[in-house]
């Protein structure tokens, strides 16, 4: 069974960073696209950043020039650098994989989720 498992999460100053870490278990991420999505009370599940196979990235116009995806197939883990942290960046934070190399923004494409990391940013 693949699980996902998010870490990294927790509480910062607004202006600050994190690094948000996703491991699996029970598969290899190597030929897997793996996106990030997060998640506020009352809005619906958003596209942050994703990235396939072959680390080709994608980022939401929200998180551009200041989330970094990133991935280490070795330790099947794929990573979210976030910098320059807002209050609105407040939000559970999903990992999501897919069993295809090909990494997309619809939540619907991928195959497993991680239970999910809290972070707050506070101003």
């Known amino acids: 069974q693949v699980q996902l498992v998010e870490s990294g999460g927790g509480l910062v100053q607004a202006g600050g960073s994190l690094r948000l870490s996703c491991t699996t278990s029970?598969?290899?991420?190597?030929?897997?696209?793996v996106a990030w999505f997060r998640q506020s009370p009352g809005k619906e599940r958003e596209f942050l950043a994703s990235?396939?196979?072959?680390?080709?990235?994608y980022y939401a116009d929200s998180v551009k020039g200041r989330f970094i995806i990133s991935r280490d197939n070795a330790k099947n883990t794929v990573y979210l650098q976030m910098n320059s942290l807002r209050p609105e960046d407040t939000a559970v934070y999903y990992c999501?994989?897919?069993?295809?190399?090909?990494?997309?923004?619809?939540?619907?494409?991928?195959?497993?989720w991680g239970q999910g990391t809290q972070v707050t940013v506070s101003s």
């Open positions: 999501a994989a897919r069993n295809d190399p090909r990494s997309g923004v619809v939540k619907l494409l991928y195959d497993y």
């Open positions: 029970g598969r290899t991420f190597s030929s897997s696209a």
């Open positions: 990235i396939s196979s072959s680390s080709s990235t």
